[in-house]
């Protein structure tokens, strides 16, 4: 963490080297995240749950209600410029399935 004031008077090679090394770790933390997560999922799975495959109609349906609770939360829970942001960053690791879903939803 830095001031602002601080990062302002930084030489722009400093800063830069801090994005990149921000920028890196957050990669990498992310793909510790997936790791950690396809972990938990393989144990699941020896314990006996049983994993599923989503019907074309219960993923429309899913995006559908979690469109409408997006909307609902505006102003209750979240605001629209934080609901805007957090989609903008789903949308950037979103599969071509998922765009286009959003697409739709706009």
Same mark, same amino acid.
């Given at each position: 963490?830095?001031?602002? $004031?601080?990062?302002?008077?930084?030489?722009?090679?400093?800063?830069?080297?801090?994005?990149?090394?921000?920028? $890196? /770790?957050?990669?990498?933390?992310?793909?510790?995240?997936?790791? @950690? @997560?396809?972990? %938990?999922?393989? +144990?699941?799975?020896?314990?006996? *749950?049983?994993?599923?495959? %989503?019907?074309? +109609?219960?993923?429309?349906?899913?995006? @559908?209600?979690?469109? +409408?609770?997006? +909307?609902?939360?505006?102003?209750?829970? *979240?605001? /629209?410029?934080?609901?805007?942001? %957090? $989609?903008?960053?789903?949308?950037? *690791? %979103? @599969?071509? $399935?998922?765009?286009?879903?959003?697409?739709?939803?706009?």
């Amino acid at each position: 963490m830095l001031r602002r $004031e601080a990062w302002d008077q930084m030489p722009e090679a400093g800063r830069k080297g801090i994005e990149s090394m921000v920028k $890196e /770790q957050a990669r990498d933390g992310q793909l510790d995240i997936r790791k @950690d @997560d396809e972990r %938990a999922f393989r +144990k699941l799975l020896k314990r006996g *749950y049983t994993a599923l495959e %989503a019907t074309p +109609k219960q993923l429309d349906e899913w995006w @559908d209600i979690g469109h +409408k609770l997006r +909307k609902r939360m505006i102003g209750r829970v *979240y605001t /629209q410029q934080l609901v805007a942001k %957090a $989609e903008a960053i789903a949308l950037k *690791y %979103a @599969d071509k $399935e998922q765009r286009a879903r959003f697409a739709l939803m706009k």
